[in-house]
């Protein structure tokens, strides 16, 4: 089965955004390819329309309710969930048929499944102090099911190796991705995000090699993103993968400002994945 292309909405501080992965978090001014002046929910309709799925929504902006954030249409005056408190207002979107990510935890991952997430995606949450805690993730799947949890292993290039990555990518873990780590890992999600951090949000390539290794130790679905600007890179991530990969692309999309047309891949889907579009 060829490689699916994956939509995704990136919300940092209300807004939705393509950043420079690499950028994010770090001591450098924050680098920022596109900031829309359209709101996350004409994203997720844009997505639904085109009978998408599988996408996942970001929150990259820091957390401060306590309580998740829905995101839903919401009054102009609800002010009690946010991502970010002075643009709470700003997000509003709907959750049809897309995973959320972003300080998804044991307290409130279920809440989100409740509001309509498709899925939830955890990252950070299973490193505290940088080490894996695999008694987390199997709470965590045993609360909402393995079929609802998407694993975030986002990783950075150390060498000849790629290490899982936190806290906005700037922190490396002491987990390498690697065949055994992930075979772990998949008995207790049912999917995988992957972010190639070095080349998220460049438009300049993927990581090839990092593709190549993923085709080979993945057992379950797969999505990566990072470096995507073509339908040559689905191609690419097909060819490498054996299919087994799909490839989000953000910022290359003239719907983020970039040049590939949003209507080619949802082609691209509907000749080679019609199984990733909704029936």
Not at 117 to 131: D, H, M, R
Not at 197 to 223: F, H, S
Request: charge should be positive; hydrophobic fraction near 40%; include cysteine.
């Amino acid at each position: 089965m060829p490689t699916k292309f994956r939509p995704c909405i990136d919300i940092h501080q209300g807004q939705v955004k393509q950043i420079v992965g690499g950028s994010l978090g770090s001591t450098r001014a924050l680098q920022t390819n596109y900031v829309s002046a359209k709101s996350s929910s004409y994203y997720a309709e844009l997505y639904k329309q085109n009978n998408l799925t599988g996408g996942h929504v970001i929150m990259l902006a820091p957390i401060v309710s306590k309580r998740p954030q829905r995101l839903f249409k919401l009054g102009p005056s609800h002010t009690g969930f946010s991502v970010n408190v002075k643009y709470s207002r700003r997000l509003i979107i709907r959750l049809d048929a897309l995973q959320v990510g972003g300080g998804i935890n044991l307290s409130n991952a279920q809440q989100w499944i409740d509001r309509g997430a498709s899925k939830v995606i955890v990252t950070s949450w299973l490193f505290p102090n940088g080490e894996f805690d695999e008694s987390r993730l199997k709470m965590l799947s045993d609360l909402i099911g393995r079929d609802r949890l998407v694993v975030d292993v986002s990783c950075r290039r150390k060498g000849n190796e790629w290490i899982a990555a936190m806290n906005k990518w700037q922190l490396l873990t002491t987990m390498k991705i690697n065949k055994d780590n992930l075979d772990m890992l998949s008995k207790y999600c049912s999917e995988f995000l992957i972010h190639a951090a070095d080349v998220e949000g460049l438009c300049q390539g993927i990581d090839k090699e990092l593709v190549v290794k993923l085709g080979k130790w993945v057992t379950i679905p797969c999505t990566y993103a990072g470096g995507g600007r073509s339908l040559a890179d689905l191609e690419l991530v097909s060819k490498l993968s054996g299919g087994k990969v799909d490839l989000t692309i953000g910022s290359a999309l003239d719907i983020f400002g970039g040049s590939l047309s949003f209507e080619s891949v949802v082609a691209w889907n509907r000749e080679f994945a019609p199984d990733a579009l909704e029936n």
